[in-house]
């Protein structure tokens, strides 16, 4: 199985502040064939189901503000969120889907500082 | 719009079994993957299996393959996840999620609203 790691477990940023999350894989999730990344971010805000920000790592999903950004390739991937806004708290997790079982990072809970 | 709709909250005996749908409307459901995914309470999320709509072929966690059946129906446009001999570590909140796939599936881009499953005696 691919292992997905998150780091921190949780951060606290000031309202306006840069946040960065950090996810690595146990294996390259680069399909060297398309050079995609199998790579998405997820937000997930207390009693709600997640909701896709970013996939092939980088690419923002429509409607996603563009304070979010995904970047990384391979084994290493960055979630941004550039200016940190009150309804950005909730925990965000990475999801690899280039190999079954698709697997999660163990998430990073953002907090207002 | 695009949108995926569980069925209702489940409370089942240990040993038993359940079966939640999740029905799709407003996206080509023939032409998307759907993965199951459980939470339980503080946890992270779980991946437990997926179905290409299209073909029908499914894969399934370690963990479950044993006590996990997912299905679909074109004509409802509905999944199915069906858990089997159940305990009290499978009480969690069920979601599904459905994303586009040709070829490969491009993530997940539509959640289902969560069905909570409790087994208790």
């Known amino acids: 199985d691919i292992v997905m790691t998150q780091s921190p477990d949780s951060l606290a940023v000031s309202l306006g502040e840069r946040a960065t999350i950090n996810c690595k894989s146990s294996?390259?999730?680069?399909?060297?064939?398309?050079?995609?990344?199998?790579l998405a971010w997820y937000q997930q805000k207390p009693g709600q189901p997640p909701e896709l920000l970013i996939y092939?790592?980088?690419t923002r999903e429509s409607g996603v503000p563009d304070r979010f950004s995904g970047s990384g390739s391979g084994t290493d991937f960055t979630l941004t969120i550039s200016s940190l806004q009150a309804e950005d708290v909730a925990v965000y997790y990475c999801?690899?889907?280039?190999?079954?079982?698709?697997?999660f990072g163990g998430g990073t809970k953002v907090e207002i500082k | 719009q695009m949108q995926l709709v569980q069925s209702g909250s489940e409370v089942k005996k240990p040993g038993t079994s359940v079966k939640v749908s999740c029905k799709a409307s407003?996206?080509?459901?023939?032409?998307?993957?759907v993965q199951w995914v459980r939470q339980a309470r503080g946890q992270r999320l779980d991946w437990i299996g997926w179905?290409?709509?299209?073909?029908?072929?499914?894969e399934y966690a370690q963990k479950v393959q044993e006590r996990l059946t997912i299905r679909r129906d074109m004509s409802t446009s509905t999944a199915y996840m069906e858990l089997s001999s159940l305990s009290s570590e499978d009480t969690a909140m069920y979601y599904c999620?459905?994303?586009?796939?040709?070829?490969?599936?491009?993530?997940?881009?539509?959640w289902g609203q969560g069905t909570m499953v409790t087994v208790s005696s």
């Open positions: 179905i290409v709509v299209g073909s029908g072929y499914t």
């Open positions: 407003g996206f080509t459901f023939s032409s998307s993957a």
């Open positions: 999801q690899q889907y280039y190999r079954t079982p698709l697997t």
């Open positions: 092939w790592a980088s």
């Open positions: 999620a459905a994303g586009p796939f040709n070829g490969g599936v491009r993530a997940f881009d539509i």
């Open positions: 294996q390259s999730v680069l399909l060297s064939s398309n050079n995609k990344n199998y």
